[in-house]
């Protein structure tokens, strides 16, 4: 079975400050892909982050990075010094081979950025 | 051109209309899907068009039915929903090579639909 798991519902976190977003996945295909999305109230999916099951390094795209430990079978979002329109929901979502075209995705975590 | 654009931003209708959702990608996508999504949770997969075939249906009620009239146009008719289909609807693609694993959805900012 594939299944992500998010079990932080909220995080609060001071602008300037870094912050880490919890997402830990099973699946027993060797070939797989963990995705970061950003849901702002707009409602858009917005693509942060891609981290590939065979990649040797930790994905990075600007303020974002993805600290990727196989073994425990984790891929954290890290977001480095917070902005106010950081504030959304995040969605950890994973894609396998075996799974074919379905993405499939965690709970997710609400971020709240204060001033 | 990276968007996925969907119209209309947001839909009244009452539990008799029958109304359709549009969206529309350029970015020469072969895969395009509807995912269901209330408020504060994770979004659910309805269709999925592969090659303008109907690859994946979630055991989705008759009353939303998808059309693909090309590989860059879907549609999602609506007819006789209920007041719990009140909910936001993303419209996403994908290129759809040979491996699915590394291949990210694009997704558009979605029709938010209210069933009276």
């Known amino acids: 079975a594939q299944k992500i798991t998010q079990t932080q519902p909220g995080m609060f976190v001071q602008e300037k400050e870094a912050v880490t977003l919890d997402c830990t996945y099973d699946t027993s295909d060797p070939s797989y892909g963990l995705f970061w999305y950003k849901q702002p109230s707009s409602g858009e999916m917005i693509f942060l982050i891609y981290q590939g099951s065979y990649d040797q390094q930790n994905a990075t795209e600007g303020r974002y990075s993805l600290n990727f430990q196989k073994a425990r079978k984790s891929a954290n979002l890290v977001i480095s010094a917070s902005q106010l329109g950081d504030s959304a929901m995040y969605f950890c979502?994973?894609?396998?081979?075996?799974?074919?075209?379905?993405?499939?995705f965690g709970k997710g975590t609400t971020l709240s950025v204060s001033s | 051109d990276t968007e996925v654009t969907q119209t209309p931003k947001h839909l009244v209708m009452g539990m008799t209309n029958k109304k359709s959702l549009k969206c529309e990608q350029h970015m020469g996508h072969r895969a395009m899907y509807w995912y269901k999504q209330k408020a504060k949770k994770p979004p659910e997969l309805m269709f999925v068009?592969?090659?303008?075939?109907?690859?994946i249906n979630e055991s989705v009620p008759s009353r939303f039915s998808p059309e693909c009239p090309n590989s860059s146009l879907l549609n999602l008719h609506l007819h006789a929903l209920q007041p719990e289909d009140s909910a936001l609807y993303l419209c996403?693609?994908?290129?759809?090579?040979?491996?699915?694993?590394?291949?990210?959805?694009?997704f558009g900012s979605g029709t938010q639909l209210s069933v009276l």
């Open positions: 068009y592969s090659y303008e075939k109907l690859s």
């Open positions: 979502a994973m894609r396998t081979n075996q799974a074919g075209t379905a993405l499939i």
């Open positions: 996403a693609s994908s290129q759809e090579r040979d491996r699915y694993s590394n291949e990210k959805l694009f």
